[in-house]
C-alpha cells in the first residue's frame, strides 16, 4: 500500500514539474503561436499525470463510494478532448486576427493552404 502511495506522490511531482516547465515555457517563447503551443502540451500532460497520482494516492478508496479512479479517469478524457481543440481554435483565431509571427519563423504553412484555397479563410464570407 505504502508503494502505492509513493508512485502516486512521485506521478504528482512529475505533474507539477510539468506544470512549471509550461510556465516557464510561457514566458521564453517568442510569439503567440509558440506560446500556446506550449502552454497546451505542457500543461496536458502535467495535468494528466497529476490526476494519475492523485488517484493512486487515494488507492484504498477506489472500490468505495468515493471513486476516485473513476473522476480521474474522466478528468483525464475530458482534458485530452478539450486542450488540444481549445488550443486550435485559439491559434487560428490569433492568426486570422494578424498576431505577428515570430521574426524567426520561417514558413508559414497556413498562409500557402489559404492560397491554395484548401482551408477557407473566415474573411471571404
Known sequence: MEII???GAIFLLGGALSLLVSAIGLLRMPDIYNRVQV????ST???????IGLALLKYEMWFTSENWLGRAII????I???NPVSSHVLMRAAYFMKCPLS????IDMLKDDIENKIVKDPNDE
Do not use: D, M
Not at 502552454?39 to 505542457?42: D, L, M, P, V
Not at 478528468?75 to 475530458?78: A, P, R, S, T
Not at 521574426?103 to 520561417?106: A, E, M
Open 75 to 78: 478528468l483525464v478524457i475530458f
Open 45 to 51: 500532460f502535467g495535468a494528466i499525470i497529476s490526476f
Open 39 to 42: 502552454g497546451t502540451k505542457a
Open 80 to 82: 485530452l478532448l478539450t
Open 103 to 106: 521574426k524567426i519563423t520561417k
Open 5 to 7: 502511495k509513493l508512485i
